[in-house]
Structure formats: C-alpha cells, structure tokens
C-alpha cells in the first residue's frame, strides 16, 4: 500500500458531512498523498474531498418524504456509481444514511469488488434487525460509535471494530459554564426543511406559551450549515423576534450559555448531551412513515442520550404527544425545579464519560488504513 491509494466517502445529511470532514483529515494525516473523492457537503469539501454530488440533495426523513426527492435520489446514485465505475478507488467508506447507502451504492461497490468499509453504523439494532446479514455479506468491516453496538455486531458474526464517538473532539474544549451562568433556552429544530417546517413551529408555540409566565425568556436557534437564515426567520412570530437571535455556529459553540434545549430527535440530542443541557427531544414525521415505522422498531427510546443511557434521562415526546403545551409543561417540569434539573444534569455528565476518550476520528482512519493494507 503507498500514499496514492483513492478513497471514496460517501456520506448523507449535515451531520454525515460533519463526520466525513473529520475523517478526510485523519486518513490524510496517515496517508499524505491519498486522493478522496465522494458525495458529501461544504465540510468535505473544505477538507479536501472531491465531490461528485452534494449531500445536501439527497437529505430526507421519513419513508414517505422519500418520494418527493426522488429524482434527486436517483441523480446521486447514477453520480456515485459512474464514479465507482470509472475510477476503481481502493476502498469505499459508507456513513450512516442507510437507505441510499446498502441500497444503492454497497451492492454495486461489491460487483465492482471494491472493500467497503461501514463507518458510523445503520440503526439496524432499532430496527430492521434483518439488515445485518446483508451487510455482513457487503462490508469488510464495520467501524462503529456507540457502546452498545460492539456487542450487537458482534453476536451477529459481523467484523466490527468500536472507535468512540466523533462528537467527543468536538466537545474536548467545550466551555462547560456553571449553571448560573447560562440562560438561553435553544431551539434545535434539525438539520432538514422537512423537519424544520414540521417541528420549528411547533417549538416556537412551546416558547411562546413559557414567555407568558417568563416574560424575560432569551432564546437561540442555531442554524444548520444546509439551512438559510432567512427560511427560519420567516417562521418566527412577531411577538418572539426580540427574545430569538439566530446562530450561525458551531453547535458547540452556541451551547455555552444555554441553560434548556427542546431538540428535534438525532445526532443533535447528543451534542446537547456533551454540553450537559437538559432538554425535552421531539420528534413527528409525516403520518404514514410514522405508522410504518412504529411497527418496525424494536427500542424503547428514539433519543441517543436514551438509549446510550439505557434509562430515560430525558422527556420524549413523539408524533401526537409533540404538543406546545406538553412540551411547555415538561420545560416547566425542570426549569422551575432546581433538584430535577441537577438530577438530569448529573446523569448527563455520566453519561458522558461513558462515551469515552476522544480521537474517534483517528482510530477510525487507522482501521481504515488497516483495510486498505489487507486488500492490497
């Protein structure tokens, strides 16, 4: 193996990007002169990566949505696969975003007998379950970033390898300020305009309802990179204008003096997790994907911070429990009571350290290069 080797990355939805971002920089601190090619977004190709198609058009949620963007879809995979075909890279790394990927582009890859390394795993454990014989067959390995998933490969006969979770770098600088000193209450709508139209207002009843009793309320909403300002700022009611300042940050960064978080269900529950903020997660998709969904997962939280906790740390309130008022009341429930927000607090720090060291990124692009020699 020497530094010339190609790597495709092929990576969906901001948080995808963010990830492969990071790990295009750690596989170029390991192999200096390798080419990386792929779909991804603004954060990948700021990293260097050479993008076939950008990630930002293949962003759904929900098996209904899915529809809409389908000429989108399927112009990301003609794109992808031409490129397998006509470069031939040495190895292809999948993140996450499972539909597209085990789909459309891993059994295609295979033909090509191109080794394909699985990095951030489906949510085959909270559903699908039947999935992991099919990706056992397509995959060499599969590098994965929370506890609990090591073990359920790994009953499942599948070369798995744990590397930590890539928000763990992210947060190793993290301001942690006392609790006193925060104030603001983040709204955290996502990163899709699907779930942004469905849930932002929805957040923003909810803040409108607390204001009444807590009239001097600051809030932010910090902004998803796929996201234009002004697509939020017209949501906002008149009445909320001046206590709402709109971010355009890191959401590290944003976290610092936020005291409270309503979170839309996904990676962003467990950023605010790493910032110790307590928070209320929502999370409503079209009626349809709800209904087939409901019958097809088999996990008693949709939360990470839940489900990597293995006990309910924080409320969730999902599809026609995401009310404004429910979720006021729950804000109420642990705002306005000191020992329930430092009790959630607490287990939010252990939960924390129960992710482990940072360095995610790293030891997954040592596993990768590990790969790569073997295919040689």
Known sequence: M?????IVIVAGEDSGDFHGASLA??????????????IGGRKMRNNGVDLVFPSNRLAVVGIAEVLSRLPDILAGCKAIRKHLRESRPDLLVLIDFPDFNLHLVAPYARKLKIPIVYYISPQVW?????????????VEKILVILPFEEEFYRRQGVAVEYVGHPLLDEFKNFNCKP???RSDIALIPGSRH????????????????????????????????SIETEFIRKMIPAGLLDQITLLRQPLSTALEKV????????????????????????????????????????????????????????????????LPEKITAKMRALLDNPENNLRVCHK?????????????????????????????
């Open 126 to 138: 909270a559903w699908r379950q039947r999935r992991v014989a099919s990706i056992n067959k397509l």
């Open 194 to 225: 699907s779930e942004i139209k469905r849930l932002l207002p929805i957040m923003l009843t909810a803040a409108c309802l607390y204001t009444r009793e807590k009239a001097n309320t600051r809030f932010i909403i910090p902004v998803a990179p």
């Open 259 to 322: 005291s409270f978080a309503l979170v839309t269900s996904g990676t962003a529950t467990l950023e605010t997790a790493l910032a110790e903020v307590p928070m209320v997660v929502i999370y409503k998709v079209n009626q349809l994907s709800y209904e087939l969904g409901k019958r097809l997962i088999s996990v008693p939280h949709i939360s990470l911070v839940n489900l990597i906790a293995e006990e309910e740390i924080v409320p969730e309130l999902i599809q026609h429990e995401a």
């Open 2 to 6: 020497n530094n010339l080797s190609h």
């Open 348 to 376: 939010l720090k252990a939960l924390k350290e129960k992710l482990g060291e940072a360095g995610a990124p790293d030891r997954a692009a040592e596993a990768i290069v590990n790969v790569l020699r073997e295919n040689k």
């Open 25 to 38: 920089t750690a596989l170029r601190n390991k192999l200096p002169q390798c080419r990386i090619s792929g």
């Open 179 to 181: 609790h006193n000193e």
